[in-house]
C-alpha cells in the first residue's frame, strides 16, 4: 500500500540556516511526488512537483528512489517560508494523492 | 477568476442535523475530490469524481455522500451529523490533461459537531 512519512511534526531553523524537510515514501511502482505547502489563514497549494525538476522560491526536492525519499531542502531559509508542508505521493494517472502528516517549519528572525 | 469556493468555512452544528458543505469550482475541472483531516493528522480522501453523474468513495470511509450533477458543484451531504464527524473538510479539483496530477485546493470547511 501507498504510504507518505514526514517524521518531523515540528521544524524550526533560524533565518539563513539551510533547511530539509523530511519525506520517505512506500509504494512498489513508479510514483509521482509532490510538494504542498499551507501558509497562514490560505489554502493548500502546490509547491513543487518531482517531474519537473525546478526550484520554487528556493525550494528543490530530489526524488531518491533508491532511499525511497523526496526530501524538500532550501539552502537560506526566510521568515516567508513559515508554512505547514505536505509531501504527497500519486501513482502516475491515478485519482488519488496520499499525503503526509505534515511539517510545521518555523523560521526565527 | 477561475478558483475553487467552499462554503461555509466554519460550521458549528447538533448532533442529528443534516447538514450540506458546498464546493464550487470555475476552473474547468472535470474531476474532484473531498478530503478530511484531523488536526495532526493526514488528509484522507473520502469522495471523489470524475465528472457529471461520476461518484466513487475514496480510502478512508465516510458515512458522508455527494453528488455531481453539475461540473462545477460537487457538494458533501450529512445525514445526521455525530461528534465523530467533528473535522477539516477539504474540497480540491484538478486537470490531469497532459499527464499533471496537480490538485487545487478550496480554503477548507472546519466542521464542529456538538
Known amino acids: 500500500a501507498q504510504r507518505v512519512t514526514q517524521p518531523e511534526k515540528l521544524l524550526s531553523v533560524f533565518k539563513g540556516a539551510p533547511v530539509e524537510l523530511k519525506c520517505n515514501y512506500s509504494?512498489?511502482?513508479?510514483?509521482?511526488l509532490f510538494w504542498y505547502v499551507q501558509y497562514s489563514r490560505q489554502r493548500l497549494q502546490l509547491l513543487l512537483r518531482?517531474?519537473s525538476r525546478e526550484s520554487i522560491k528556493g525550494f528543490t526536492a530530489d526524488l531518491n528512489k533508491g532511499e525511497t525519499s523526496f526530501h524538500l531542502k532550501k539552502p537560506f531559509a526566510q521568515e516567508e517560508d513559515s508554512a505547514m508542508y505536505y509531501c504527497?505521493?500519486?501513482?502516475?494517472?491515478?485519482?488519488?494523492?496520499?499525503f503526509g502528516t505534515g511539517t510545521r517549519l518555523t523560521v526565527i528572525p | 477568476e477561475a478558483d475553487i469556493y467552499q462554503t461555509p468555512r466554519y460550521l458549528v452544528i447538533g448532533t442529528g442535523k443534516k447538514i450540506t458543505l458546498e464546493c464550487s469550482q470555475t476552473m474547468g475541472h472535470d474531476k474532484m475530490y473531498w478530503y478530511q483531516q484531523d488536526p495532526g493528522m493526514e488528509l484522507h480522501l473520502i469522495h471523489y469524481s470524475y465528472g457529471v453523474n461520476s461518484t466513487e468513495k475514496g480510502d478512508l470511509s465516510s458515512e458522508s455522500t455527494v453528488s455531481r450533477i453539475r461540473t462545477e458543484h460537487f457538494p458533501l451531504t450529512l445525514e445526521s451529523a455525530r461528534p465523530s464527524h467533528t473535522s477539516q473538510y477539504l474540497c480540491?479539483?484538478?486537470?490531469?490533461?497532459?499527464?499533471?496530477?496537480?490538485?487545487?485546493f478550496g480554503q477548507g470547511t472546519r466542521l464542529t459537531v456538538v
Open positions: 480540491a479539483s484538478s486537470d490531469p490533461a497532459g499527464g499533471r496530477n496537480e490538485a487545487f
Open positions: 509504494y512498489s511502482g513508479s510514483p509521482e
Open positions: 504527497a505521493l500519486s501513482q502516475t494517472g491515478a485519482n488519488n494523492l496520499f
Open positions: 518531482h517531474i
